[in-house]
């Protein structure tokens, strides 16, 4: 994966453990149906999570059961 850079991901997010849960939980959103939030030229979940996330249209809440 060239874009988004990991370094850009993980300045939108605390840790690189949060960035992987972030984009899993979305990219699953994504499977079961969810609208994108975000133009991209890829249509592979996990990758369409990613941009979300860099282009901030996606947020996370943590809290002591995990990443909501």
Same mark, same amino acid.
């Given at each position: 994966? @060239?874009y988004?850079? @990991?370094?850009?991901?993980v300045q939108?997010?605390d =840790?690189?453990?949060?960035?992987v849960i972030?984009?899993a +939980?979305?990219a699953?959103q994504?499977?079961? &149906?969810?609208?994108?939030?975000i133009?991209a030229?890829t =249509? +592979?979940p996990?990758s @369409?999570a990613l941009?979300?996330i860099?282009?901030e +249209?996606v947020?996370?809440?943590?809290?002591?059961? &995990? @990443? +909501?």
């Amino acid at each position: 994966m @060239i874009y988004p850079s @990991i370094d850009s991901l993980v300045q939108k997010v605390d =840790s690189k453990y949060t960035l992987v849960i972030a984009a899993a +939980k979305r990219a699953r959103q994504l499977v079961e &149906g969810s609208s994108k939030k975000i133009e991209a030229k890829t =249509s +592979k979940p996990v990758s @369409i999570a990613l941009y979300e996330i860099e282009n901030e +249209k996606v947020f996370y809440k943590r809290t002591k059961s &995990g @990443i +909501k």
